[in-house]
T-cell receptor, first 115, second 114 residues
Framework: DQQVKQNSPSLSVQEGRISILNCDYT??????FLWYKKYPAEGPTFLIS?????DKNEDGRFTVFLNKSAKHLSLHIVPSQPGDSAVYFC??????????????FGQGTRLTINP | DAGITQSPRHKVTETGTPVTLRCHQT?????MYWYRQDPGHGLRLIHY???????DKGEVSDGYSVSRSKTEDFLLTLESATSSQTSVYFC?????????????FGAGTRLSVL
């Protein structure tokens, strides 16, 4: 039962254009969402997050949009740069025992930026 | 960098042998987590800790045990490794409680069970 889904395993975009990565979730109890970026042989690094009380959060070239009614979020990168080539994971956040954080990850989307 | 060291970075072992992976942090964070990453599954939580000697199971805990005897160290043990445990293992830490939080990840351990 995949609670968080990234239906595009890969995406190829030309340098300078917009990259749009999509993520769907099924559990309406999630109220915080995160995007992580991962390079080969490294751990995931935090990119941007959004609370369910917002529909948009922007940080430089990165913007995350949340559509709660559709249970859908997207990450926009503009303009795309070669260094953005990586695997991107979306994650939905909940709570475990004693305030520990439960992160449920999607399968990841491999983004390739072509010069 | 979040001050997280995972060791070893790579390991090859045989089916049926015990394996221990170590996560060491220098941040004095309360929460520590072990995940595994497999193709088509993203990252899945194995076990987590909310303090010294306080641990609980995650989504895919069968075949794994953990221990945390000091704030800075969180050990993941495969008592008898199987080929299905071939994976990349990530440790993560966080300081703040609750869902609106950020976890910081180590560089990972690539484990191959032959």
């Amino acid at each position: 039962d995949q609670q968080v889904k990234q239906n595009s395993p890969s995406l190829s975009v030309q340098e300078g254009r917009i990259s749009i990565l999509n993520c769907d979730y099924t559990n309406s109890m999630f109220d915080y969402f995160l995007w992580y970026k991962k390079y080969p042989a490294e751990g995931p690094t935090f990119l941007i997050s959004i609370s369910s009380i917002k529909d948009k959060n922007e940080d430089g070239r990165f913007t995350v949009f949340l559509n709660k009614s559709a249970k859908h979020l997207s990450l926009h990168i503009v303009p795309s740069q070669p260094g953005d080539s990586a695997v991107y994971f979306c994650a939905a956040s909940g709570v475990l025992l004693q305030g520990a954080q439960k992160l449920v990850f999607g399968q990841g989307t491999r983004l390739t930026i072509n010069p | 960098d979040a001050g997280i060291t995972q060791s070893p970075r790579h390991k090859v072992t045989e089916t049926g042998t015990p394996v221990t992976l170590r996560c060491h942090q220098t941040e004095n964070h309360r929460y520590m987590y072990w995940y595994r990453q497999d193709p088509g599954h993203g990252l899945r939580l194995i076990h987590y800790s909310y303090g010294v000697k306080d641990t609980d199971k995650g989504e895919v805990s069968d075949g794994y045990s953990v221990s945390r005897s000091k704030t800075e160290d969180f050990l993941l043990t495969l008592e008898s490794a199987t080929s299905s445990q071939t994976s990349v293992y990530f440790c993560a830490i966080s300081a703040v409680s609750g869902a609106k939080n950020i976890q910081y990840f180590g560089a990972g351990t690539r484990l191959s069970v032959l």
